[in-house]
């Protein structure tokens, strides 16, 4: 990675700007000026003023940064409106959501702690936006799953059960949607065994279940999109707040990083949004950047943060937004 590397910054909608200007002083925090920031429009706004969600030269400047830092979108219902961030994904082939949750020492719905990853397939199933109606009052949605697209996200998931020294289990259905699940299953099997790894498998639906009431039992899981989209939520809740919950959407060339959470307008312009789930987010960036003492430092004081009861509303606290950056700068100040 060159010395100073660049990151276009996008902010977008609702609470997008709030939590990403947090995560933004934090990253300044940790690596002063050795970070170049472009910051680019997308989402609503722009939507409503130009017509488009994302620009073309943005998609461009994100193909051509070393990564993404993205706030939330909020996307508008309008058929012709394509959500900014699945158009990122396809366009940089983002194959892989990487959506860590564990234990904080923060208020959690389940006593257990717990430490685990979802691997969420990002370019194919039922993302693909292919739906028509097929006559008045009937519609379809296609959900393509390809061998390439399962065996390349299950690369992700073995590389992060190797560092982990853990094991792979890999969520379908199936026991119903026999051809695709089957085409995810056995391609994932196939690279998790060349790999001399263990795995197990689980359907989603009693993953669903064993995640709220042994989520200390799960290590690295792997699963298709919409499965990840909604299994990665229900993480979050376990964290005891979408608020903690960072991503990393990865391929080969390009990564983009962004909290779980959307751009919640009604908390927006209040100053109580999360900062923890940008934060966190970012040092997921600067591992991949390469600064992993960095972005370690970052967790510690986020941890600390949390432990001393610094949170917002979300968490049951009554920090502001404002309130937990500076605590969690303090703490990085502190070293
Ligand atoms: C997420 C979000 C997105 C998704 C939306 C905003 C399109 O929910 O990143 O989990 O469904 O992937
Ligand atoms: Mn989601």
Redesign the pocket.
Known sequence: MNASPTVVVIPGDGIGPEVIDAAVRVLREVLGGELELEERRAGYRLWKEKGVTIEEDTIEACREADAVLFG??T?PEDPEAE?P??RL?RELDLYA?VRPARSWPAPRPVEAEFDLVIVRENTEGL?VGCECEVHDGVTLALRKISREGARRVAEVACDLAEERDGRVTIVHKANVLKLTCGTFKRAAIEAIEARGLEWDEEYVDAAAYRLVREPDRFDVLLTS??FG?IL??LAAGLMGSLGLAP?ANVGDEHALF?P?H?SAPDIAGKGIANPLAAILSAAMMLDWLGYEEEARAIERAVEATLRDGVRTPDLGGRASTEEVTEAVLSRLREG
């Open positions: 939330a979108c996307t959500s961030i699945v994904r959501n993302y999109n919409l989209d990665s939520d991503s962004e779980v959307g």
